[in-house]
């Protein structure tokens, strides 16, 4: 299927019926999922994948390093901690940085091997499996869920949907908290959670994502894929006939049709498909992959898991059901080395590289110079000139420090105040007036001086500006 083809597929909803006075109804009702649980070398990939994210997402937040939290955004003081990093609100651009890469990096991937991360890393999708596992756990597989909704309510049926809430809401509920726990110091947080005195702000964020996570997870599962979340509208311009997609082998497998195990597909009146609609009762969102591709799909591979083990039992080859291109699915040659993926490949290691460069020759100390244009100069009675300079100090370390301020130029410079020192505190952009004067024609006219300065404590601690030093010529 080509990209526009793609981009064009709408799924087949149902009628509902006529309502009274003849007036058909424009909305349909959503119909409820219930996807079948699957085994397949791509399930273990998916689960693998949630138990590595899941991991770090609850673990990060309790480890420490250098006696505080290892990963931390603490947005009243304006620090960002990662490991032995500190961020400052002046290091912004390294966060537009990483935005970047995120976005260059998702379209490489989707280029390169469709949605991969929609099927193996989405939270969306990550939060949704552990719910579906929840609700298996309690409820049973498709089948048995699905008897069960359409059940009478009874003493069994409501001690399962009781079970099956109070694991959500204490899934989506540990969650919030871990979530804050990135923002509020994890173990202050625990401390005044059990002590019940978190703090107006912190209960609310915990409520919310929590409900969020319960509500996204629980309830709306595909819905947000298919409804809300704006990859699935433009994925198809990342697309093309190269790009691995999961896809159905109608050559092989039309025309399908039922049979006993042991018959063997006849070319012309039977294909390898036997109709047992599995690779549409596991998939996440509803659709039938033998329709084509759809933006609905967001790749899990749990229908090439389904026609795999369905293909095992018939005793058929796999992969009608297959991860492949349209390309290679034609019998065409396929290439993966192509202009798009070349581009994109290019731009992200050029940005990882220049990130990477930036972030290791980042300062701890920064100093910025300007000179105060309301006068040009100022002439002194003892035949000196002055210029006067606002220096901005920023101490990005963890710790404050006192810094002395030096000058230096052709002329012989004097400073005022002198000595310049000043105490910055930790993550402070402190600004200093500095007067700068020396005899007005010795050098001649201006002249270009540096300023540096240095912790008075830590000298290893420096910076260093330019700054123009205006002076009248004769």
């Not at 994210?53 to 304006?78: E, H, K, M, S």
């Not at 050559?251 to 047992?276: I, L, S």
């Not at 019998?331 to 581009?343: A, E, G, K, N, Y």
């Not at 035949?383 to 301020?405: C, Q, S």
């Amino acid at each position: 299927m080509s990209p526009t083809e793609f981009a064009n597929v709408v799924e087949e909803k149902p009628v509902s019926a006529p309502a009274a006075g003849g007036l058909s109804s424009l909305y349909a009702a959503q119909q409820k999922i219930y996807p079948r649980g699957v085994i397949g070398r791509y399930a273990r990939l998916r689960t693998l994948a949630a138990w590595a994210l899941l991991g770090l997402f609850y673990c990060i937040p309790w480890f420490t390093w250098n006696a505080r939290q290892a990963v931390l955004f603490d947005l009243p003081a304006r620090k960002f901690y990662v490991l032995g990093l500190v961020m400052w609100p002046q290091d912004f651009i390294f966060l537009t940085g990483l935005l970047i890469i995120a976005a260059l990096s998702l379209f490489f991937f989707t280029s390169l091997a469709g949605r991969l991360w929609c099927g193996y890393a989405c939270p969306q999708t990550v939060w949704t499996e552990v719910f579906l596992w929840m609700e298996r756990v309690v409820e049973g597989d498709r089948n048995e869920r699905m008897k069960l909704d359409r059940g009478r309510w009874t003493a069994f049926k409501l001690s399962r949907k009781l079970l099956k809430q109070v694991l959500w809401i204490s899934f989506a509920a540990w969650t919030g908290f871990t979530f804050v726990g990135f923002f509020t110091p994890i173990r202050t947080l625990a401390g005044e959670l059990f002590s019940a005195s978190l703090g107006p702000w912190e209960t609310f964020w915990i409520v919310f994502y929590g409900f969020a996570t319960y509500g996204n997870a629980g309830y709306l599962r595909e819905q947000v894929c298919k409804y809300m979340c704006p990859y699935a509208r433009f994925q198809s311009a990342m697309f093309d006939k190269d790009t691995l997609i999961i896809t159905y082998d109608a050559a092989r497998g039309e025309p399908r049709g039922p049979r006993r195990r042991g018959v063997q597909p006849a070319p012309g009146t039977m294909g390898a498909c036997v109709d047992c609609t599995w690779c549409v009762q596991v998939c996440p969102t509803g659709i039938d992959i033998r329709k084509g591709l759809q933006y609905e799909c967001i790749a899990c591979a749990a229908c090439v898991d389904a026609c795999d083990s369905i293909m095992d039992k018939m005793q058929y080859p796999r992969g009608l059901i297959r991860y492949t291109t349209e390309h290679a699915l034609n019998h065409q040659p396929t290439r993966i080395l192509r202009p798009r993926v070349l581009m994109y490949a290019g731009l992200l290691g050029a940005l990882i590289t220049a990130f990477g460069i930036a972030l290791a020759l980042r300062e701890p100390v920064a100093l910025d110079v300007i000179r105060d244009r309301n006068a040009l100069y100022r002439m002194l009675d003892d035949g000196r000139v002055e210029n006067v300079y606002d220096l901005k100090i920023m101490n990005k370390t963890e710790h404050p420090h006192r810094f002395a301020v030096v000058v230096r130029g052709a002329g012989a410079l004097a400073l005022d105040p002198d000595p310049a020192i000043f105490s910055v505190r930790s993550g402070e952009v402190f600004p200093a007036a500095i007067r700068v004067r020396r005899r007005a024609y010795d050098p001649m006219g201006s002249e270009t001086v540096f300023f540096e300065i240095r912790a008075v404590d830590e000298p290893t601690l420096y910076a260093s500006s330019k700054a123009r030093f205006i002076a009248p010529a004769k």
